[in-house]
């Protein structure tokens, strides 16, 4: 199958900066991906980039099998089929609702198009407001027409650059929720820029993470979570701190909370120092643990509290203990280690000093 969006060693530069270097990944059709990473790191360039509005200084991008940007190559981006969706709405202030869908798709005839307009201003629940200015609608309202304006015309491809950032925090999961239902029921393929990674997490399928330019890792939300493929990738990625560790053998690793069993990564010998991922989901609370550690912070999130325990050496670690367990600060809390498989990295630092040693 051809897939509907593929970027091939794509390098995007700047007169003075490379803001991308060499990022490949493709999307079949249907699918829904994030690309998440820390500010300047090249995310909206290679958005842009898609879009035709940055041109690549090597590499190609490919919509729907047709080559759209190389350094020979720079299709339009109004005759690349896609639509775009910005942090800042971007509507025609001057323009109705319906007008300002209708804009998109200005080639229909007029019945048409005012049927087109209607069923997507009905799929993004805003027929009533048809006759509306931007300026009468809420932000969210604002973003749903911009929504509407960029589905119209039934893109190939769906673009949106942090679409969801000037909301506050309600009505972003909601709206979040909203558009993935939409672009799900459309079948619309679709790529999300954020630095938010719960919009991440509750939009996407696949996650690309940049750092520096370059793509980092691409996988799905669920391996990217849990079986991050660097340091990099582990600390923007959710919370967690690392223990040390020690390698026994290839699945074998020893820290202070036990003898941790999993795959141990390529190179590291017996005696290997290593830093092992615990995540505070991988803490559980248990009663009945003779393991123990004190609690040194407590925050509050509502269905959860994120408790901050200090182990016997003073290494710190998180656990996430459902809010009914409701534990004073000082008290030693039980607990027990629920890795479902081990994310270790070579303890690069302890290596150099243990070789500076020898
Ligand atoms: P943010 O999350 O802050 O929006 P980003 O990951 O989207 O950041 P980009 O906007 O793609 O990052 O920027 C990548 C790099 O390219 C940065 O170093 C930025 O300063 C530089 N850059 C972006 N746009 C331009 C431009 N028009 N001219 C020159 N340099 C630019």
Same mark, same amino acid.
């Given at each position: 199958m051809t897939p509907l969006l593929e970027i091939k060693n794509v390098r995007c530069d700047y007169q003075d900066t490379t803001a991308v270097v060499d990022a490949s990944f493709s999307l079949n059709q249907g699918a829904r991906a994030c690309l998440l990473g820390p500010s300047g790191c090249g995310k909206t360039t290679l958005l842009r980039a898609i879009a035709g509005f940055v041109p690549v200084s090597s590499g190609e991008i490919y919509i729907d099998g047709q080559l759209v940007s190389s350094p020979d190559v720079m299709v339009a981006p109004e005759h690349r089929q896609l639509g775009m969706v910005f942090q800042d709405h971007a509507l025609f202030p001057h323009m109705t609702v319906g007008d300002n869908v209708a804009a998109g798709i200005s080639s229909l005839a007029n019945k048409a198009r005012r049927a087109l307009v209607m069923t997507t201003l009905d799929r993004v629940g805003l027929a009533g407001k048809i006759h509306h200015y931007p300026h009468e609608l809420s932000g969210g309202q604002q973003q749903r027409v911009a929504l509407a304006r960029a589905l119209a015309p039934r893109p190939k491809l769906l673009l949106m650059d942090e679409p969801f950032s000037s909301l506050d925090v309600e009505l972003r999961e909601r709206l979040s929720l909203q558009v993935r239902e939409l672009v799900e029921n459309t079948g619309t393929t679709c790529i999300m820029v954020t630095h938010d990674q719960k919009d991440a997490f509750s939009f996407g399928q696949e996650l690309g993470v940049m750092g520096e330019g370059k793509i980092v890792q691409w996988d799905s939300t669920y391996e990217v979570y849990h079986e991050p493929n660097s340091m990099f990738v582990a600390d923007f990625i959710g919370?967690?701190?690392?223990? *040390?560790?020690? =390698?026994?053998?290839?699945?074998? =690793? /020893?820290?202070?909370?036990?003898?941790? /069993?999993? /795959?141990?990564?390529?190179?590291? $010998?017996?005696?290997?120092? +290593? /830093? %092992?991922? =615990? $995540?505070? *989901? *991988? %803490? =559980?609370?248990?009663?009945?643990?003779?393991?123990?550690?004190?609690? +040194?912070?407590?925050?509050?999130?509502?269905?959860?509290? &994120?408790?901050?325990?200090?182990?016997?050496?003073?290494?710190?670690?998180?656990? &996430? +203990?459902?809010?009914?367990? $409701?534990?004073? &600060?000082?008290?030693?809390?039980?607990?027990?280690?629920?890795?479902?498989?081990l994310v270790v990295f070579k303890d690069l630092d302890a290596q150099a000093r243990m070789q500076a040693q020898a």
């Open positions: 919370q967690g701190v690392y223990l *040390d560790g020690k =390698v026994i053998d290839d699945h074998t =690793v /020893k820290t202070e909370l036990g003898e941790l /069993k999993g /795959k141990v990564p390529l190179g590291c $010998r017996s005696g290997c120092p +290593v /830093k %092992v991922l =615990v $995540r505070p *989901d *991988d %803490v =559980v609370h248990d009663d009945e643990s003779t393991l123990t550690a004190r609690i +040194v912070s407590r925050e509050f999130h509502g269905s959860n509290y &994120m408790y901050t325990l200090e182990l016997e050496s003073g290494t710190k670690i998180l656990s &996430m +203990v459902h809010s009914h367990h $409701r534990h004073a &600060m000082g008290e030693q809390l039980g607990i027990e280690l629920e890795l479902d498989h």
